[in-house]
Structure formats: structure tokens, C-alpha cells
């Protein structure tokens, strides 16, 4: 069972924690299920889900238009393992929708401190480099499908520019 509404049950040490995000620029707002359970209503691009607690195993994932249940524009299966934290990404153009998973590092985050990364899931761009304002590098030639490692930075707002 996928359970994405564990409010009343304690975790186990097989866990794991898993995000929707819409990474597909060209596509509308969408609705995902899980084992056909609603997780994700009306998700726009560029939006991420909370963090769901998910017990290890194979599940049905299916993306639809925003409020049209009938035809799915992306129905997989996907085995989500113990003991892991990700993001899953609906990526490329929506008739070609997919899903690409990214591994997210649980870590202690001092105080003042923030952690930062990039991940370049645009389907039709070049390699990118990563920019502060400054015009200071962050990131250099990130291609399609890239992910960084996380940086550390200074709390506070950053301006990036690609």
C-alpha cells in the first residue's frame, strides 16, 4: 500500500519519503495517483508535492490533464526502495511525459546555513552554466538531465541566472 497519509502510524525502518515534481514545461496542471489514490491535485509546472511516506515496492503511477481521469498522459510502474528520500520528476514534452528520479540527501543543516543544487530538466536546452548575478559560476555546463551536488551557502536570497 502506498501510504502517502501516515499520519497515525509509525515509521519503519524501511520507509522512505518520496516528492512529485511537475518538470514538464509545455504541460497543464495534473492530477497523479498512486495505486489509483490521489496525491497530487492539480499540480502545476515549476510545483513540487510534500514529501509522502511510501513503504518499499512496486506501484502504478498515472499522470492525467488536471480533472480528466479517462485517458492517462503517463501510466508506469515504478519500485520505490527502502530507506531512501527522492524526488520523482515528470519530465519532457507531455506526449512523451516520463519519469526521472533524483536522490535527495537527508542532512543536518546548521543554523544561518542553506544548501542549494540544480538539475537541468529542460528537454530542449543547451548545457547550462549556473550563475550568481555577480556573474560568479555556481554550477559550469550542466546538460539535460544533470544534477548537481548541493551547495552550501549563507541563508538568505540568492539571485541565479543561467
Known amino acids: 500500500m502506498f501510504n502517502y497519509n501516515m499520519t497515525n502510524r ?3 525502518v ?6 512529485i515534481f511537475h518538470a514538464s ?13 490521489l496525491v497530487a491535485n492539480n499540480l502545476e509546472y515549476g510545483n ?4 509522502l511516506k511510501v513503504a518499499p515496492g512496486t506501484y502504478n503511477i ?3 490533464v488536471a480533472g480528466d481521469k479517462e485517458t492517462p498522459i503517463l501510466n508506469t510502474n515504478y ?3 527502502a530507506r531512501s528520500i527522492f524526488t520523482i520528476a515528470a519530465i519532457n514534452e507531455p506526449d512523451n511525459l516520463s519519469l526521472y528520479v533524483i536522490e535527495d540527501t537527508p542532512m543536518d543543516i546548521p543554523d544561518g546555513k542553506l544548501y542549494f543544487r540544480f538539475a537541468n530538466l529542460s ?6 552554466d549556473v550563475r550568481q548575478s555577480d556573474g560568479q559560476n555556481v ?3 550542466k546538460g539535460y538531465l544533470a544534477v548537481t551536488d548541493y551547495k552550501q551557502a549563507n541563508d538568505g536570497s540568492k539571485n541565479v541566472e543561467t
Open 62 to 64: 498515472k499522470i492525467f
Open 25 to 37: 514545461p509545455n504541460a497543464p496542471a495534473v492530477d497523479v495517483y498512486i495505486n489509483n489514490n
Open 14 to 19: 524501511d520507509t522512505s519519503y518520496a516528492r
Open 123 to 128: 528537454p530542449n536546452s543547451p548545457n547550462v
Open 48 to 51: 513540487f508535492t510534500e514529501y
Open 139 to 141: 554550477f559550469r555546463d
Open 79 to 81: 519500485n520505490f526502495p
Open 10 to 12: 509509525q515509521d519503519t
